[in-house]
Nanobody, 119 residues
């Protein structure tokens, strides 16, 4: 069984910074892409940033220049968010494409962490 656990959300003033962390655990053979998504009320989840096993990154336009995704180790990913804006207020979800010990590859999601940016 594989789990993703997020941490680091909270309340911050506009212009401030937060770092979200996600740690994967369980019967993991290899983690391929790890990513952060966010979801506004009543909307679909949208990609914020992603990082591949080899370290290639991809960012939403809204995140470029302000957010940085990095792999803390083989089973953990961080999202450093600077210059936060009220429109960054959302629930943030960790996502990972994981090959487990049965060599089956699946998409996994964490339960989410809330980020609130006050103006």
């Amino acid at each position: 069984q594989v789990q993703l656990v997020e941490s680091g959300g909270g309340l911050v003033q506009a212009g401030g910074s937060l770092t979200l962390s996600c740690v994967a655990s369980g019967s993991i053979y290899r983690i391929n892409t790890m990513a952060w998504y966010r979801q506004y009320p009543g909307k679909q989840r949208e990609l914020v940033a992603a990082i591949t096993y080899y370290g290639s990154t991809d960012y939403a336009d809204s995140a470029k220049g302000r957010f940085t995704i990095s792999r803390a180790d083989a089973q953990a990913v961080n999202l450093r968010m600077n210059a936060l804006k009220p429109e960054d207020t959302a629930d943030y979800y960790c996502n990972a494409v994981i090959e487990d010990l049965t060599r089956t590859t699946r998409d996994y999601w964490g339960r989410g962490t809330q980020v609130t940016v006050s103006s």
